[in-house]
């Protein structure tokens, strides 16, 4: 019978377990570097490390992307390789100042950078610095992105501010600066645009039978193509209420004119109110503007101007008819606005209305045209909880006094100049 041998446990000699130590830390390095070049790999920017010499020592697949050339081909090479011919004196005066002073910078830290591409083109750059050392040798990592799409974008901004800005400059001074003195009748009007320029508009003005013309209208949108359709408008209408006195002959011709040289997707509503100085008997007619108001001094509304006809600027040969006349009288108060003021919110989605209009005019009527429009521009902003209004706001407000002795003279308006009146265009 065969006896059996106890087992005997393996032991490894020191030799051994310092061969297996190793092996472990080769694995684990193994394992560090290809997290390293999956997160090298996946960065959207071109990664570039460079020694302090400048020579490229390692690079991604977005390096090759941006740039155009494979890996073989940069490393080794001078980070020069990179950069414009025109800029490589000076950066590598950068570069050396880098060296002795090394420090992270940002990506976008105010510079202009730019890079070369294999095919020389070059491109617009935003580039960070970091900088690293391992075995005593400095390293710097390079992130480099192309902005070109960026700068472009800027540019479009850029160029649509100036197109806000040269629209607002045009409504200042299409805007009337002051109100006509007519004796009898307080009237004054302000606009407050949603964004740089109103699709809103106002005016006043005198007609060549001494009457005074009231306009407000509303392009459809906000910002510059409607402020340059508003604005055409308004010198429209002015041209033509010089040959013809009937409001409703004016906004025919206009609505002609809008058909024929404006693009279909812009409409204007307009109401044109034409007021006799000497009987304030008031004229109108609407092209598909929110109504108006007619209150008595006693605050109750004596006759709403209802629209008249549809928008101007969709058929061409649509006629916006006159509405029923009125008799002014002492005291009474004429509220014109945009559809901005109904619309406008509150924080908790609420809509500011009419009625809330209305009642603030009601409760303000004794008051002069300029503090009723104050009082109800400082009532929707209140509503709103904000400091300007989401939607163009224009209001036009019409206080008729006594009613002028026939021997009165009017007198006309003052001629425009930059140095508008405040109140006159909010």
Not at 15 to 42: D, K, N, P, Y
Not at 159 to 170: G, N, P, T
Not at 352 to 375: H, L, M, N, P, T
């Amino acid at each position: 019978m065969q006896s059996q041998q106890p087992a005997i446990a393996e032991e490894h000699s020191p030799a051994e377990a310092r061969i297996h130590q190793l092996e472990a830390r080769v694995r684990e390095l193994e394992l560090a570097e290809q997290r390293f070049r999956l997160l090298l790999e996946s960065a959207p920017d071109a990664i570039v490390i460079v020694d302090s010499t400048g020579r490229i020592m390692i690079v991604n697949a977005q390096t090759e992307k941006i740039f155009g050339y494979s890996r073989d081909d940069l490393i080794g090479q001078s980070i020069e390789i990179l950069v414009p011919e025109r800029f490589r004196g000076i950066h590598r005066h950068h570069r050396a100042a880098y060296s002795e002073d090394p420090h992270t910078r940002e990506m976008g830290a105010g510079l202009e950078l730019f890079g070369l591409r294999r095919d020389g083109s070059e491109f617009p750059a935003e580039i960070s610095l970091s900088p690293a050392r391992i075995g005593g040798n400095l390293l710097i990592f390079c992130a480099v992105r192309d902005i070109t799409q960026l700068k472009q974008t800027q540019s479009v901004l850029h160029e649509r501010d100036v197109q806000l800005a040269a629209a607002q400059q045009i409504q200042k001074h299409l805007l009337p600066q002051r109100p006509p003195r007519v004796p009898g009748i307080d009237v004054l009007g302000a606009s407050y645009p949603a964004e740089f320029a109103a699709g809103d508009h106002f005016d006043y003005f005198l007609m060549p039978d001494d009457a005074l013309a009231v306009v407000i209208g509303d392009v459809s949108g906000h910002g510059f193509g409607p402020a340059l359709i508003m604005a055409s408008v308004h010198t429209l209408i002015r041209a033509l209420s010089q040959r013809y006195c009937d409001v409703s002959d004016v906004l025919q011709h206009a609505n002609r004119f809008l058909c024929e040289e404006t693009a279909d997707h812009f409409f204007a509503t307009v109401l044109f109110a034409r007021v006799d100085t000497r009987s304030q008997r008031l004229e109108y007619a609407s092209a598909g503007h929110p109504p108006a108001y007619v209150f008595d001094r006693q605050g109750n509304i004596k006759t709403r101007l209802e629209s008249t006809g549809i928008p101007l600027g969709i058929y061409p040969d649509q006629i916006t008819p006159m509405g029923r006349s009125v008799d002014l009288e002492e005291g009474d108060v004429v509220l014109m606005l945009t559809d901005g003021v109904f619309e406008i919110q509150s924080p908790d989605g609420g809509l500011f209305g009419v009625e809330r209009a209305i009642d603030c005019v009601r409760r303000q009527g004794a008051k002069s045209a300029a503090e009723i429009i104050d009082e109800l521009y400082q009532t929707v902003l209140r509503f709103s909880h904000k400091e300007s209004p989401d939607d163009d706001v224009t209001l036009v407000v019409l206080k008729v006094g006594p009613r002028p002795d026939e021997r009165e003279t009017r007198q006309d308006v003052p001629s425009r100049s930059s140095d508008r009146d405040p109140a006159a265009a909010g």
